[in-house]
């Protein structure tokens, strides 16, 4: 059932669990209790597309490292950030999950082969092959450089609302559209919650409850949520050790330098977008080899190969165009429609004619055969987000974001470029010139508007929500619960301790899914419990029952 609170408002709402917020993490959470036969109550910010004044509630102040504008860091509606997303997808390396001596904070509660089974369903339902095999792209020696690959979810509205009718027609199930969480209620004690603060822009209001309520909406707005829960706790829930909003971490886009020589063809041809025999999208790239980044300090950075103007230079009259259609057009149906039938064009073209108009262009001095970084960023406690004193057209405090980089960020670009160029003068494929900013890790992290359609990162907001077993080192448990909090838990990239080169999607939906398992069973468990108590106690006034008539009897 679909209720738009612009048009009904019912006075309270009840079901199993409450999810908020309706992005990649909230759809499948909300799928995966509703197979274990709970009752969900699926609450949307925005309506089923772009509205300006909704997105307005995303505004808020960059104070750290620049960054986009907060307005369109995130979409708020129904399918989330997904319905502009690219669709790259790849698992987390199992390095990742470990505690690296060489990288502060890092280690995961969880390893990888807890999140492996996850993977493989998350895969499914985002219709990828993980089982593709695709042949290296150069012979690199495998204890310098590794060359994972991005697999591509070729669905583009895959959350969109028209594509999640089991969601919308469950009968167990209600979406609650233009309905923002303004707090999470906690109960007296502090230690559960016992409802959800719901407005929106025409003033209506509505309570949801629910038996345990998961917390779905991104890595800016789950922490600024928490915060802004104040009124039992003026630090925010789950804040005792003022750990919520810290560690924002992203994955910041460079230029890394370029290759020279004669071999920009190989260079170009094997990092390019291929189509596998069974019509999968996918694209290698380059990242220190786990024996390279124990051996030299780094992280799990990455970068891939492609034809780029030279730094300083203009951007092509097709890019720009594609980048006009992206950035100018506001991201509603149409809007995304025309900038998705731009991409799909440039993809036509560009698998026309690369790697043949790049190499071309190269020879005539026109493109760089360049190295498109990617990078892992090092989890920073002073890299956070914060309450401003600013506030919203609905009274929620609007975000401050102090994004912070730091040395080993460019310390560890600079190794994997100069592994890279050891290996491309070991196989005879030209030189590797090192962009000049990695020489000098102190100065800090340099962008160059034309590497990317994204120069600055990935809008992938990671760590504000971090997991971890010990409540000094973490917001949640390796389940997601937060801690101190029984029934509140959190899915999403802000949940991650690390962030390593994969983009977040795959990784988010597995973690909702392995999240959701776990609450479903939990509450399984206590339902098992109860029905336990209950039976021995009745079970109990039996037993005395037929003591009583046995001493009837005996005196009669």
Known sequence: MHIDLNEIAPVRLRADVAVIGAGAAGITATRRLLSHGLSVILLESGGLDYERDTAALNDGDVVGEPYYDLEDARLRFFGGT???WGGRCAELDPIDFERRSWIPHSGWPIAYDEVRPYYAEASQALGLAPGLRTPPPLAFDDSEIATPRWLFDEQFDRFAFTRCRDVVEHPRCTILTHATVREIVAAPSGRGITRLAVVNHNGRSVDVQAADYVLAAGGIENPRLLLASRSLMQAGLGNDRDLVGRFFMEHPHARGGRIVGKAAWQWLSAFGFKRAADGSSYAHLIAPSPALQRREGLLNTS?????????????????RAYLHAKH???????GRALWKATKKTVRRVQSLSEPLRPWLLH????LDVALVVRAEQSPNPDSRIRLSNDKDALGMPRVQLDWRLNELDVRSVAGLVGALGREAE??????????EWLSRPEA???????ISAHPIGGFHHLGTTRMADDPAQGVV???GRVHGIGNLHVVGSSTFPTGGWANPTLTIVALAMRTADRLAACRSSAATIRAQAANASAKGAMDEAEHVKLRRVSRG
């Open 82 to 84: 997904t319905a502009i």
């Open 444 to 450: 800090g992290w340099q962008t160059d508007p034309l």
């Open 303 to 319: 970068l891939t190969i492609a034809g780029r103007r030279p730094a300083m230079g203009k951007e092509a009259l097709l890019m």
């Open 426 to 435: 070991r196989l005879a494929l030209g030189t590797v010139e090192a962009a």
């Open 477 to 479: 448990d390796r389940d």
């Open 363 to 366: 020879k005539t001095g026109q």
């Open 328 to 334: 100018s057009a506001a991201p509603t149906r149409s």
